[in-house]
T-cell receptor
Framework: GQQLNQSPQSMFIQEGEDVSMNCTSS?????WLWYKQDPGEGPVLLIA?????ELTSNGRLTAQFGITRKDSFLNISASIPSDVGIYFC????????????FGAGTRLFVKA | DTEVTQTPKHLVMGMTNKKSLKCEQH?????MYWYKQKAKKPPELMFV???????INESVPSRFSPECPNSSLLNLHLHALQPEDSALYLC??????????????FGNGTRLTVT
């Protein structure tokens, strides 16, 4: 089946540093999404990407949909303590119904 | 605040109990999803409903029974669960089933514990 390989698994950084995480797959996806999940809550959408090559920003966050449609990255600039959480990439594809599958997540720890 | 509302927030049930999880959205979305999430793991897809019809069942055991009574509501009926079914159950919705330009919106989940 379709699988997303997300890395790194976890990151420990200082406040103010930039962060980069990525997802790759052997499958082609129609959409790439990045979510953040805080404890006790559902995932919250950060950025949605719909076209190969698309580069989109949302405040300090920037994400790109890879040209091959098999990968995506998320960058966070000038990290702050509230960036702590789990970041998931997700790929959307149509398999007789539109399903969205998730990478394993990147746990981000920010030291003030 | 999320626009997808799930109840209850927490549920503890015995292995012989029957219970239901409920999900509601009023965004006019026509695709609704159930995901299961174990601790420190990503959400795993269980079921997809598109225009109130079941379109994807990811080989989920029959002790989980989904129901979509109308376009705003999604239920998950639980019966004879096992302790390993304890998890966070997340509901999500999308604008339309085959609309690529439409991301998933999640509720905050029901934390289920099976004793």
């Amino acid at each position: 089946g379709q699988q997303l390989n997300q890395s790194p698994q976890s990151m420990f950084i200082q406040e103010g540093e930039d962060v980069s995480m990525n997802c790759t797959s052997s499958s082609i996806f129609n959409t790439w999404l990045w979510y953040k999940q805080d404890p006790g809550e559902g995932p919250v959408l950060l950025i949605a990407l719909y076209k190969a090559g698309e580069l989109t920003s949302n405040g300090r966050l920037t994400a790109q949909f890879g040209i091959t449609r098999k990968d995506s990255f998320l960058n966070i600039s000038a990290s702050i303590p509230s960036d702590v959480g789990i970041y998931f990439c997700a790929g959307g594809l149509n398999t007789g119904g539109f399903k969205t599958i998730f990478g394993a997540g990147t746990r981000l720890f920010v030291k003030a | 605040d999320t626009e997808v509302t799930q109840t209850p927030k927490h549920l503890v049930m015995g292995m012989t109990n029957k219970k239901s999880l409920k999900c509601e959205q009023h965004m006019g979305h026509r695709a609704m999803y159930w995901y299961k999430q174990k601790a420190k793991k990503p959400p795993e897809l269980m079921f997809v409903y598109s225009y109130e019809k079941l379109s994807i069942n990811e080989s989920v055991p029959s002790r989980f029974s989904p129901e979509c009574p109308n376009s705003s509501l999604l239920n998950l009926h639980l019966h004879a669960l096992q302790p390993e079914d304890s998890a966070l159950y997340l509901c999500a919705s999308r604008r339309q089933g085959n609309d690529y330009n439409s991301p998933l919106h999640f509720g905050n989940g029901t934390r289920l514990t099976v004793t």
